[in-house]
């Protein structure tokens, strides 16, 4: 994600970190690079290209436009969907740490160490929960916050973060038999690991449920057939001014085509998806620190204003 401040007026022109322009300048190219030859072959044969109105251009492009504000729009729900769901997963985890040292008695025998392997888990679901979005291994992370035996298991495993709510479901069920919990209190802390479940599978079902991809084709098509033929309806009316103008609409379809994409898949690590690392590195702090421990990992900081 960018994270800058609003830039002047004047260096708003010249911004490329965190700009689109980098994705589609291929496109931009072209397009301008046409109109350039076109330009230049209207003015040396004049009677190639006749004079056409530019009612057609008008129509096609409020309809082009129509389209591509709505495919942006469905973007966007879903890149919001899935900030609001690993919110969630950020109150879940937090609220369930909370509980778990506030009602497991400390003094009781295993209680202490029931209160840090919940937490931890906790931590290590988080971890893995965003390595699973993005297709990485997990072990880096996740490995000091887990015994051997709960390392073992999780090898054996197709969906990691899942299994690491299998475990908690089972130390939660430990701390009842051992009379660490009563019944509402565990029933309390279950409904946040089923929370953080349904936040798992919200998250699994925007990662693997794209846009379909006929709606997708359909405008990629229209955008390159419209700004192709813009520069023969301009040329007679536009002369050598064709090139910019062909180049700003390029710039406007493919770039919200290009940021419609990146926005479809917003567990990436493109510039414009969503910062789980820093969301998962702010979270595991707090929760070190709610243990006690004193030697906490230091925040994720935006490196040349992006922020993973």
């Not at 496109?27 to 046409?34: D, H, K, S, T, V």
Request: charged letters at 20%.
């Amino acid at each position: 994600m960018i994270i800058r401040d609003k830039p002047s007026v004047f260096k708003l022109f010249f911004i490329l970190e965190g700009s689109i322009i980098p994705l589609v300048f291929p496109q931009i190219l072209f397009i301008a690079l046409l109109s350039t030859l076109v330009a230049f072959a209207q003015y040396s044969y004049p009677i190639i290209f006749p004079t056409y109105t530019i009612a057609p251009f008008t129509l096609l492009g409020v309809a082009l436009s129509l389209f591509l504000g709505f495919r942006n729009n469905a973007c966007y729900e879903r890149w919001w969907e899935a900030r609001k769901q690993w919110g969630q997963l950020i109150v879940d985890s937090r609220s369930l740490a909370r509980q778990v040292y506030s009602f497991i008695d400390s003094n009781k025998e295993g209680g202490e160490l029931m209160q840090k392997r919940l937490v931890n888990l906790t931590i290590a679901f988080n971890h893995a929960l965003r390595h699973h979005l993005r297709k990485t291994e997990p072990w880096d992370d996740i490995r000091k916050f887990l015994e051997q035996e709960d390392i073992d298991y999780l090898k054996k495993s197709y969906n990691i973060p899942d299994s690491i709510l299998r475990l908690m479901g089972v130390k939660l069920g430990t701390c009842r038999h051992k009379k660490l919990l009563s019944d509402f209190l565990v029933q309390s802390i279950d409904e946040h690991i089923t929370s953080m479940t349904s936040v798992q599978a919200a998250c699994e079902r925007i990662d693997n449920t794209p846009l379909p991809f006929a709606y997708r084709l359909l405008v990629q098509r229209t955008s390159y057939l419209y700004c192709i033929i813009l520069p023969f309806g301009l040329v007679a009316s536009q002369g050598f001014a064709t090139p910019l103008f062909c180049a700003i609409v390029a710039y406007t379809f493919f770039g919200l085509d290009a940021l419609s994409e990146e926005l479809e898949k917003p567990f990436g690590l493109s510039s414009n998806d969503l910062p789980l690392h820093a969301m998962t590195r702010s979270l595991e702090i707090s929760l070190l620190e709610l243990m006690g421990e004193t030697n906490l990992p230091e925040p994720i900081k935006p490196k040349s204003h992006l922020i993973e």
